[in-house]
């Protein structure tokens, strides 16, 4: 009889639902992640509720929304004083293991790979994985990263990030005494950029062709102060839009290294008859512009950036080929895991478990996900905040800095090329989403501040103190 399950999460830094085979795209190569689509549970209606690095993680860590858990900006250390998914995994007795990105303990903008913010110490600044750790805190040369050990030891992976992280998975499973059930998150950089060729393997690259990547359809020419004020639109018209191209191709390279690791470590499950006992989940922080709607990167509430993959992976408990549109986000994550591993919930989680929805039981219907960009990247600057709404149809979204509403039809307007924000036809199924969208602010105590004040009143030292509810 089998004892507890397992858990495998595959976490991966910028991938867009949209770049994977699964979702649509012919030109992406990833058969290992579309065999977890097509023998398990797509979550078609995902989406990061806070499309940045460190306020995703401090989400999926506590079931919190950013403006709970005060990680609202990236490059700050989290606070360790919530009950987290590790701290219920170790009380119940399953072996955890972290291996990969972190990004929940540097507080400097510069020197992520130094020691001092590279090594996260045992204790509560791991929220509870106190088991197996072999993490880095930030790195994007993806040839030389930097795991630190428990004991404070630094590798240097001598292969490429995904492989090596990977190789450090199957080595633990094969090393791990049979004492227990086991919970591995697998925290892989690519395919953040920097887009380099020499940043990618070399047989991988050679199968991408630039030209095969045209600018997206709603491409248009913006600049780069959302994301550093000194990036004007001339940097974008010399610099992004020439090589969109090649940046697209790099990426859909590094994905495809990510798709062949996955497939390396499902099949060391089968080797080892533990695939049947293990819940597998696919997932991502959050996705990429591209130069759509004249942007780069992330922070934004477009399809682009907060539609990411979700997929659940369990051979004879979730049936293959199924499909979930419930409003899933970020601080839902936690809950349905614990869920689907038959754990008690933390009663201040603020998400909601779904994980009846894998196995045909009751469960919630999310008919809507709350989305919350609380500043800029990774600077206390002013003038990048929104908030908005997601439902099954439609997204609405406002902006701090001068109250400009966005509202898209997704069914019939995938590109959301049209803002409907100001059509009369369409005004009362707005004023409807809007006044979701302020209770929910209501109940989480969102007060919808300048990024700078979170930075004043909630941090000290990009040190978290302290967030919304205290």
């Known amino acids: 009889m089998a004892g507890p399950p397992n858990l495998i999460f595959f976490l991966v830094d910028q991938l867009r639902m949209q770049s994977c085979g699964y979702a649509g795209d012919t030109r992406a190569r990833t058969p290992n992640i579309d065999s977890l689509a097509l023998g398990g549970a797509n979550f078609v209606n995902a989406v990061s509720s806070d499309p940045v690095c460190g306020p995703y993680r401090a989400s999926l860590m506590t079931g919190k929304y950013p403006s709970t858990t005060g990680m609202v900006i990236n490059e700050m250390r989290a606070n360790p004083h919530h009950d987290c998914i590790g701290h219920v995994l170790t009380r119940s007795g399953y072996d955890t293991a972290y291996i990969g990105k972190w990004h929940l303990w540097s507080n400097q903008t510069e020197g992520e790979n130094l020691p001092e913010n590279g090594f996260v110490p045992a204790g509560p600044a791991r929220l509870g994985f106190d088991g197996y750790w072999a993490a880095y805190n930030f790195n994007f040369d993806y040839f030389h990263p930097n795991y630190f050990l428990n004991n404070g030891e630094r590798i240097i992976g001598d292969r490429y990030e995904t492989e090596f992280t990977t190789k450090l998975a199957i080595d633990w499973l094969s090393s791990k005494p049979v004492k227990g059930p086991f919970a591995m998150f697998l925290s892989f950089g690519p395919p953040h950029d920097p887009w380099e060729w020499n940043n990618v393997p070399k047989a991988l690259a050679g199968q991408y062709d630039p030209a095969d990547f045209p600018l997206p359809e709603t491409y248009e020419d913006g600049s780069a102060e959302y994301w550093e004020p000194s990036m004007d639109r001339q940097w974008w018209l010399s610099t992004v839009k020439p090589n969109l191209p ?37 997932t991502s922080d959050h996705g990429e512009m591209f130069g759509a709607h004249g942007r780069m990167a992330k922070n934004v509430f477009y399809e682009e950036a907060v539609r990411i993959p979700f997929l659940a992976y369990w051979p004879g408990r979730i049936p293959g080929g199924l499909t979930r549109d419930t409003c899933l986000s970020t601080p839902d994550i936690m809950p349905t895991l614990l869920g689907a591993l038959g754990l008690d919930v933390p009663n201040e989680v603020e998400g909601t478990d779904f994980s009846g929805h894998l196995f ?21 600057l002013d003038g990048f905040e929104w908030r908005g709404i997601r439902t099954k149809q439609f997204t609405y979204a406002i902006r701090r800095i001068d109250r400009e509403e966005f509202f898209f039809d997704n069914l019939k307007d995938p590109l959301q090329k049209t803002n409907l924000a100001n059509h009369s036809a369409h005004a009362r199924e707005k004023e409807r989403i809007k006044t979701i969208m302020t209770g929910r602010m209501a109940d989480l105590r969102d007060e919808f501040r300048e990024c700078s004040w979170y930075g004043q009143n909630w941090t000290e030292n990009r040190r978290v103190l302290r967030g919304a509810k205290g």
């Not at 994905?255 to 695939?275: M, Y």
Request: with cysteine; hydrophobic share 45%.
């Open 246 to 282: 090649k940046w697209q191709a790099i990426y859909a390279a590094m994905t495809a290294s990510i798709d062949e690791c996955c497939g390396t470590l499902v099949d060391k499950l089968r080797q080892d008859s533990l695939i049947e006992n293990t819940l597998l989940v696919f």
């Open 360 to 380: 045909g039981k009751a469960a919630p219907d999310g008919e809507h996900a709350f989305l919350q960009g609380m500043g800029h990247t990774w600077m206390w």
